[in-house]
């Protein structure tokens, strides 16, 4: 078939743009010239209306603007005479502001097994109906002035010391303050006497029945009036009691009766704008002695740390994160302005601790769950640390739940250079994971470990940026960021430096990886230092190869304990003080940690992995006596044992054994 000329056509690149004429036609039309001159004449009637409403349009504002202008002076003059402040409302001003506001609450509070519910006049500002999660007493803080939501609590009372928790929050509630109490499903499991005797104090008639599964919900005002209380029984073990349904009628006070007259500093508005907002942090917003938000704690001599930012890795945990940056700025050396706090969520209360002390706060959207989830948060702000500091060479990284020493500071500023000095260290910690009240006794000592901490810790910037960044775990991935920092091939066989006494304390009982039992546990027995102004000792020598001289000459030197007796036998370590002692144990070979596991077990430290270790060497202190504990044979100070000396075998307890 032959092509066509459509076909074979190709647009030229040369030619010019189509553009029509406006005159496109020359044909002259009978009638056109008279259509034309109509045309004409009614655009310019059309023009000329234009202008005319243009002109009006101009009048109008022009006397808009003098009459606005003449009422604004007759108001000032109004001001002037009445003697009105604008900036600073009389209390006759406030008072007429205030009558606007509402001065009774309807009130409504549900209590059921699967669901909890607050109404406060038509608008529902609590709701907890999710599956498996909000169990216990749910507690809500209302202004008695405003009405406004000031606190939302949950606590867990059928585990162990929420309801301790419980009493200290509602210790911590200023009084007045109006408190709506309900439960979900239960809560009453773990509420002990103290807890029951608190809520009797604040008018409950039922605390003393209330009992497993139980339903109950209760509106009362501390120190104040008490409103109404409903309570159903569960008819048996296997059963809820019916949901209860409360309704009462708040009446709210006057709202100058709720602020204090603190002076007028810069710290002090701080206060009020947090306090008239938000509740549950005691003497912080006490009217006649208020905690103090401004620190201004002692400097250290060269400071070394001054010009490292601090990054602190916060989520939803206001109340930990008030009392943790009350305690870093509390420590000697700190610097303020190199504070940034990173909140993993747009959550409002935790934002407000932040400006409460004038810091910096940078929120983040959350990515992934759980565990991946506290991954990307420590990764999302490391990188934006260093990009806030481009010419920072490290960070200290800090957590929401840890109190830190006085010296944190002094401490980091004594041993920073070390990361200059040797490519062999990994990171400089506060933390020591043995450091036990009976395993730990020097303030001024150093160790190096193979495993990495945390918990306070100082990272550089070359390990993040050249490392550790690129290889960050991936959000899909539910793995812990501290325990892929220790794998060996991240780690590379370098090590951390620590304190033989932590200088951070951990104190949080709540969050994805803990609970109360696990605090109790494992870090309520782990102390921190409390000595002033501690030079530490023989930092020159944490370097690696003259640490290895110091560590043989010292196990070489140390007296070998009685083997024949069992580490977990009191009498096993003598009671002397101030002495050097070697024991070994058992270890094959370098994943042989089922001597070591035990003996932690007798020892009360660490036991749930492998901790604190250098060549397969670990070191504590036991009854104020420093202590090698040697891997024998995987150690290479396994050397200096004896040979009359046989190594302690301990054998892995069968733990189903004795279970029915």
Same mark, same amino acid.
């Given at each position: ?34 259509? /034309? ?86 608008? &529902? ?20 002035? /405003? ?15 929420? +309801? ?135 400097? %250290? ?91 920072? &060479? ?12 006085? +010296? ?24 020591? +994971? ?46 812990? !960021? ?61 370097? &690696? ?31 002397? /003080? ?6 070994? %144990? ?9 001597? !070591? ?34 891997? +024998? ?28």
């Amino acid at each position: 078939m032959h092509s066509t000329a459509m076909d074979n056509w190709r647009p030229n690149p040369k030619a010019q743009p189509f553009v029509p004429r406006k005159n496109y036609s020359s044909i002259h039309i009978p009638g056109a010239t008279h259509r /034309t001159t109509k045309r004409r004449f009614f655009s310019k009637v059309l023009q000329g209306l234009l202008v005319s409403v243009l002109l009006t349009t101009v009048v109008i504002n022009i006397v808009f603007i003098m009459d606005t202008g003449r009422k604004l002076r007759e108001q000032k003059d109004y001001e002037e005479d009445v003697g009105r402040d604008l900036n600073s409302l009389s209390k006759e001003g406030e008072s007429d502001i205030f009558d606007s506001l509402p001065k009774n609450l309807d009130v409504e509070v549900l209590s059921s097994a699967s669901r909890v519910s607050v109404t406060v006049d038509g608008t &529902k500002v609590l709701e907890d109906e999710e599956k498996e999660k909000g169990r216990g007493v749910h507690i809500l803080v209302l202004n008695q002035g /405003t009405g406004s939501i000031m606190a939302q609590r949950v606590f867990d009372t059928y585990s162990a010391h929420e +309801d301790e928790a419980m009493v200290l929050f509602l210790n911590m509630v200023s009084d007045g303050r109006i408190l709506i109490f309900t439960i979900k499903d239960e809560g009453t499991f773990q509420m002990k006497r103290a807890a029951r005797s608190l809520l009797k104090l604040l008018g409950s008639k039922k605390t003393e029945i209330l009992g497993w599964r139980d339903t109950w919900a209760m509106v009362t005002q501390k120190q104040g009036k008490f409103y109404a209380e409903e309570h159903n029984k569960a008819p048996d073990l296997a059963s809820w009691g019916s949901p209860v349904i409360l309704r009462t009628t708040i009446n709210l006070s006057p709202v100058e009766e709720s602020e204090c007259n603190w002076p007028d500093t810069e710290a002090n508005r701080r206060r009020k704008s947090f306090c008239s907002r938000i509740e549950g942090y005691g003497s912080l917003c006490s009217c006649s002695d208020p905690a103090p938000i401004d620190m201004n704690p002692e400097p %250290i001599a060269d400071n070394q740390v001054s010009d490292i930012p601090v990054t602190v890795i916060a989520s939803n945990r206001p109340n930990y994160l008030y009392r943790m940056l009350r305690s870093l700025l509390s420590a000697h050396g700190v610097n303020p302005s190199m504070i940034t706090v990173f909140i993993d969520g747009y959550f409002e209360e935790p934002m407000e601790v932040v400006k409460l002390f004038g810091l910096r706060g940078i929120q983040h959207t959350p990515i992934g769950v759980k565990n991946a989830r506290i991954s990307q948060h420590y990764k999302a702000s490391l990188t934006a640390i260093f990009n806030l500091y481009p010419e920072a &060479k490290y960070t200290i990284i800090l957590e929401e739940d840890l109190d830190v020493s006085e +010296d944190f500071f002094s401490y980091f500023s004594q041993t920073v250079h070390l990361l200059e000095e040797d490519s062999s260290i990994y990171c400089i910690s506060a933390w020591n +994971d043995q450091g036990y009240e009976h395993t730990c006794e020097d303030p001024a000592q150093l160790y190096r470990v193979e495993t990495m901490p945390g918990l306070g810790w100082l990272l550089k910037r070359s390990l993040y940026k050249d490392e550790l960044e690129t290889r960050w775990p991936t959000p899909e991935k539910l793995w812990d !960021w501290d325990m892929w920092m220790r794998l060996p091939e991240v780690r590379k066989g370098r090590e951390c430096i620590i304190p033989d006494v932590s200088r951070t304390y951990h104190f949080g009982v709540t969050g994805i990886n803990m609970n109360s039992y696990f605090q109790d546990l494992y870090f309520k027995k782990h102390p921190f230092n409390t000595v002033p102004h501690v030079k530490l000792k023989t930092v020159d020598r944490m370097t &690696k190869d003259l640490y290895e001289e110091d560590v043989n000459r010292l196990i070489s030197n140390a007296e070998v304990l009685d083997h024949s007796k069992s580490p977990c036998q009191e009498d096993f370590m003598p009671d002397t /003080t101030g002495k050097t002692y070697v024991m070994y %144990i058992k270890m094959a070979h370098e994943q042989d940690y089922e001597t !070591w596991t035990e003996l932690a077990k007798c020892f009360h430290i660490w036991d749930l992995d492998v901790r604190g270790y250098h060549k397969s060497m670990w070191r504590i202190f036991m009854k104020k006596n420093a202590l090698f504990i040697v891997g +024998d044979t995987n150690s290479p100070y396994s050397k200096y044992k004896p040979a009359n000396i046989v190594p302690i075998y301990l054998k892995k307890k069968d733990e189903k054994k004795g279970r029915r």
